[in-house]
């Protein structure tokens, strides 16, 4: 597809939607099956080009590409008429007798750009929930990962094809569709791009979702299993080459620790991974030799403590582990999104905290501890897009958490029903009748000071509908319009 013909399909995706035929709950479970199709019958296409772009094996795939979106699939289709659903509010006095509620609907034409590092999640994902919504939807893959972006061409074959075309490319055709008008766009990268595709967005008011990344820190604490909390770091930091936008930046801990912090780390590459992760199956490669140039020049000026090993013919870098590092190293200077794990000395969590403090808000942030008053002070006086304790990446899978940045870390969220939301717009409804005006007498001049302290009362009182019984409300509504009616009609 030709950059000319940009615009033409992002017009045919709008006049797809303007239809109206993604409005029906039964159009959007269809879509979502044949989503559902395409993951299953290109299980094969999938699986290969993954190993081609980022070296991953057929279950690595399985286990973090594809069992978490058919989640997603199937949460979506079982609850999509829950989520589509009306959704009762609870009301004040004045519009007791009032049908009160917020009516999801669709947004139009979504643009969903992925990102090259879990090619197949980070597209497909949004994707599940923009279909959910009832929206049309261009879907860019990442160029970044062509062997995948390559099989992701194909879905339109199976999806309604002007309702949900995909465009593939590079940077100057994301450019060309960052012109034209969406109701949303979601986007998955870097923050330097992301303020990018904020500021083309800004110029048709479009809102936006950016899932960027950023240095995700980990605290270990003295008062830790430091055996346990090494397997689950560097199983979270290793795992796809280190390409993973919530795995452990960098750890905090105290230098007492960190020889045996390191010694911990290296047992756990060593089965993990093997004596040669060059050789094994499960350990990944950078994507692409700039990437690679790129993650072997933070290595520089800091001391090696594991690994180093390379071969840029291959973009092939070793589970590497830094030791002393400094703040002010290379290192510590951007996200590494590699296989590069620098240790930083500090004297507790409270200097962890402030180390934390003084940088920008992280996607994920880690603590390893026995002690929950460490957790919870971790909590209280820091901020991220999620916290994990004692764990790495694993509140990735669970639907019901928002998953999202903070600050440079991102804005907006999704998973789950967090995705259906994202991308709906949650219209308010109010549907009065034309009867009962009598109610209605103190909100109209003059504005005595009696009609004020009545509106005080009948606007200030919440009622929830559900826990008031017919019988009480019917009372109180009487009571409440034998008052106004005395009052107020004249
Ligand atoms: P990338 O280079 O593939 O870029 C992503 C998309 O942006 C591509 O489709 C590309 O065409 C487009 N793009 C790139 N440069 C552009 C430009 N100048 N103008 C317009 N469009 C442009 O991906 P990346 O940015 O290298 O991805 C890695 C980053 O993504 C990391 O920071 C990582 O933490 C983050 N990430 C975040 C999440 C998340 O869920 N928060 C998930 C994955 C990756």
Redesign the pocket.
Known sequence: MSQEQLPQVVLRARKAFQTGRSKTPAYRIQQLKNLQRFITEKQKDITHALKKDLHKSENGTQLYEILGLEGEINLAISKLSQWMAPRPVTKNLLTISDVVYIQPEPLGVVLI??????PIT?TLQPLVGAIAAGNAVVV??????AHTAKVLELLPLYLDSEMYPVVT???P???EL?KQRFDHIF???????GK??ME?AARHLTPVTL????KSPCFIDGDCDLRVACRRITWGKFVNCG????SPDYILCEPSIQDKVVEEIRKCIKEFYTDDPKTFIDYGRI?NQR?FKRVMALIEGSTVAIGGENDESQCYIAPTVLRDVSADSKVMQE?I?GPVLPIIPVKGVNEAIQFIREREKP?ALYVFSYSNKVIKQMISETSS?ALVANDCLVHYSISDLP???VGN??MGRYHGKYTFDQLSHLRSCLLKKLGMEFVNGMRYPPHTAEKLRWARLLLCRQVNLGRVRHLAQVAAFALLAAFVVQRFWR
């Open positions: 750009i992925g990102a090259w590092n879990y980070v860019k893959p990442s160029e970044v990962s490319g590079g940077v055709e994301t450019q960052l986007y998955t990268g870097s923050s330097v791009v990018v595709v083309a899932e960027l990344g950023g390409q993973t936008c919530i994507i990437h996200e999104f996607l897009g998953f999202g940045g870390s991102g």
